[in-house]
């Protein structure tokens, strides 16, 4: 059984930054790839980045403003977010792809507001 924890969510305002993380109960190394996904009250859930071996994606609304890393040694994700907009309130997931199986995190409250 695998475990995905986040953390760092909380309450910015408008043009702050936060960094998530995320940590699994085993080697992520052993992961095809690693993301972070998000969900607005009253939308679906929608991809914000995804890290690969040597490799990342974004989705198109936190290009430039988002940065998503890797720390095998610690068996860590993060999600750098900074000019943080009200936009980008929602509840963000980790997510882990193992030998074709998605895990995922119980998920971490991130509002912004003035």
């Known amino acids: 059984q695998v475990q995905l924890v986040e953390s760092g969510g909380g309450l910015v305002q408008p043009g702050g930054s936060l960094k998530l993380s995320c940590t699994a109960s085993?080697?992520?190394?052993?992961?095809?790839?690693m993301g972070w996904f998000r969900q607005a009250p009253g939308q679906q859930r929608e991809l914000v980045a995804r890290?690969?071996?040597?490799?990342?994606l974004y989705g198109d609304s936190v290009k430039g403003r988002f940065t998503i890393s890797r720390d095998n040694a610690k068996n860590t994700v993060y999600l750098q977010m900074n000019a943080l907009n009200p936009e980008d309130t929602a509840v963000y997931y980790c997510?882990?792809?193992?030998?074709?199986?998605?895990?995922w995190g119980q998920g971490t409250q991130v509002t912004v507001s003035s």
């Open positions: 997510n882990g792809r193992l030998y074709g199986v998605d895990y």
């Open positions: 085993r080697s992520i190394s052993n992961f095809n790839d």
């Open positions: 890290i690969f071996s040597v490799s990342a």
